[in-house]
């Protein structure tokens, strides 16, 4: 059996009980009647087993990491305009595959699209053997010279000369690059269409191989600057003869748990150019070369090699589950579009047939994008708890539940404290009587 408490500790416990500030404790102990005492000690051991309970699941969402999201709109005297990536849905000009002799656009244009595998009659007649993709694609491309018709920003003109040709997942395309020429003009202190950047394009329809192209007209991104245009996944799609009115925020995006990785050149980070560096690797440790679209370092193939080994291995690659690891980046910009649109009546027509005016007419498009508000809207995550969250939490739920507090802690020390000195020195007496 349990030894009995000896009178001076027994005493000692009796004036802790009846002086502490855990408030139920008192009532335990020091109630006149058995009824009385043992209410209060139902109720002080409900509350210990609720706040151990939830205790518990706080410090186990803490140990977790689990996020919180917080969304802010921070409105700003005024914002950078973005960079705008143009892309035509042809990406190959019929004039241009007329000059390299391809008498047969319809069986060179299955064999692009992987609906048809060479054979050495194609190999002769198209030169897949020594024609390296890139520079064939790249000399078959818009230029945005005969594209871009009329460009404004906030009024001030824009020129082919403030876009710059870019390697991209849809071809080779123009992006926007207004921080030279166009500086002064690129910070936006008002909202609204006269404020942004208005385009007027030329699809140059006439040039269209249309099996190659899935429709016409362009593919258009609103990006970060420095951002490698990833068009076909993230952009929006504009028709002839319609002005497109594009109204964008800004959204930036703080991520947890997250990663910044160098991408292979060097461009900011996201996701989906992660996976396509990843993409990219692997088919060339199989192909000792790449496909042309997409930017990086690696060497680029002949059309031979892309229509097989490139052809092959990328179908290969959309079947493998869990080959590239790409964690959310840290910061991430992004702008959100909201998209209206207009018949667009061009103001003149040069040719004088019918036919001639009606296609004319119909290759044009025009984009219209502005700011639709100064305001950032940011997108945090961060930890659910930190360890003070953690510790006001735990704090609260034991003034809440059982009328304690840190001090309170500091008394059961003290009692504990004085217990072990009063047994300690009771044991030292008793060992110097016993000699």
Known sequence: MPEEPKPKEKSLFIEFTESTTLHGIRHVFCGDSKLRRLIWFVCTLGSTAVFVTSSAKLLNSYIRGDIATRITVKHQNNIMFPAVTICNFNPLRKSYLKQLNISDPERFARILLYEAEPNDADRKKFFLTYVNAEEFFRNGSHKIKEMLLNCTLQGRKCLPEDFQLVDTNMGFCYTSNFDKRLANSSKIFKPGERYGLSMT????????????????????????????????????????????????????????????????????????????DCRRRYIFKRCNCTYPTGMGPYQSCTLEKLFTCVAYEDERFASLVNMCSCPQPCEHVFYGTTLSYGIYEPETVYSTDL????????????????????????????????WSDLLAAAGGMLGLLLGASVLTVVEFLELLITLLGTRFSKNKVRAINSR
């Open 201 to 276: 394009l030329n699809t140059q329809i006439k040039e269209y191989t249309h099996r190659l192209a899935p429709a016409i007209g362009f593919k258009i991104l609103v990006q970060e600057k420095n951002e490698v245009p990833l068009t076909d996944v993230n952009g929006f799609a504009t028709m002839t003869g319609v002005s497109t009115f594009v109204a964008i925020r800004k959204n930036a995006v703080k991520s947890l748990p997250c990663e910044n990785r160098r991408t292979l050149d060097k461009s900011l980070y996201t996701r989906a150019k992660c996976f396509e």
């Open 355 to 386: 036919i001639e005016a009606y296609l004319e007419k119909n290759s044009y498009v025009q984009v219209k994008i502005f700011f639709e508000d100064l305001s950032v809207t940011e997108v945090k995550d961060m930890r659910k708890y930190s």
